[in-house]
């Protein structure tokens, strides 16, 4: 009788957003690795390690990417085989303490559907030779990353490519025909605003304040008012290199709950290393690219410097934000984790 064989990896569009899979083992994984540890440019990283052999939900069908510094704006994934799976982020804990808690990418290689594999065999030998394969740093001390490499990961889309992705988007289960078309509209109108309108809140300062308040996560803030903010900025609308993004207004007087601090990053671009002062995370405001025509799937954090916020006791429960629903989030390429000046840390 022939021994039963594992089946083959599912193809590039076999995922759907709302399929279950588990992650392949670490010896299935290793098999479509490079000597650097990536496939097709991408990065299997530490940090997706603990998640072998768990089982997750697609949340989305990555056909397209923003990436900093690139001249060609959205890209596509080498292969188009990305997913993302539920809210897996990554944690930094390879990559000196990271805090930019983003969104992991997923090749389908590195999955399979959970009605073919009833369990992942886990090999501490396998697991180990997969950890020696994975780079952290680069020779000149530069970190390697699924963000820092994303430029060898994707190519560059056509004009029609950009607009074939909003049908993709739609086909593969992304966005409904309803979502889609706000999704077209709402960037084309608001670049046309943008033609003839200041973009960003600005101020006077030469050399810009700043305040610590400590804040942890858990802690409860409201957003100062626009006026107030334009005290902390200089001319070009940034807190000792920080922008303040454009549409961000609309959190001013509001309330929010504290995800993380913000203390150390890897710039996109470069792949360095950056310490970061009086900066958090706000849970649920994350960058879609609302001025991208078919936005981006990427959902980076957006920074806040603390003294944009005041303290505040927790809020009854009537006050507070419905965790089940969806939380407006900012815009801006600027504002963006990925695309910060080095000078933010200062």
Known sequence: MEAKQNPPPLPPTAFRPGEVVVVRSAAQI????????????????????????????????????????????????????????EQLRCDGASHGGCGRACMLFWKTAWLA???????????????????????????DGRYMCQSSDLEEATHKLSRFGRLWKCVRNVTQGNNSVLEMGRMIVKPAWARLWLRFFPRWPSGTNAKCPAESLSLQPGDWVEVKSVEEIKATLDATGKNRGLQFA?????????????????????????????????????????????????????????????????????????????SGKSVPRACCSSAKICAIPETVGK
């Open 113 to 139: 559907a959970a009605g073919t594999e009833s369990s992942v065999a886990q090999d501490d030998g396998a697991l180990e030779t997969l950890r020696k394969r994975l780079i952290t740093k680069r020779q």
């Open 30 to 85: 290793l098999a479509t690795l490079d000597d650097q540890g990536t496939k097709a440019g991408l990065p299997f990283m530490p940090e997706m390690m603990e998640h072998i052999g768990k089982r997750f939900v697609v949340s989305r069908k990555v056909e397209k990417t923003c990436v900093d510094a690139s001249p060609y704006g959205m890209k596509e994934f080498n292969d188009n085989d990305v997913v993302f799976l």
């Open 246 to 322: 454009y549409d961000l207004a609309w959190c001013c007087g509001k309330k929010f709950k504290i995800r993380s601090r913000l203390e150390h990053l890897i710039v996109e671009r470069t792949g360095k290393a950056l310490d970061v002062r009086n900066t958090v995370l706000l849970e649920g405001i994350t960058c879609p690219c609302r001025c991208v025509i078919g936005g981006c799937g990427r959902a980076d954090y957006i920074y806040w410097r603390e003294i944009w916020l005041r303290k505040i006791p927790v809020p009854h429960a009537s006050g507070m934000p419905d």
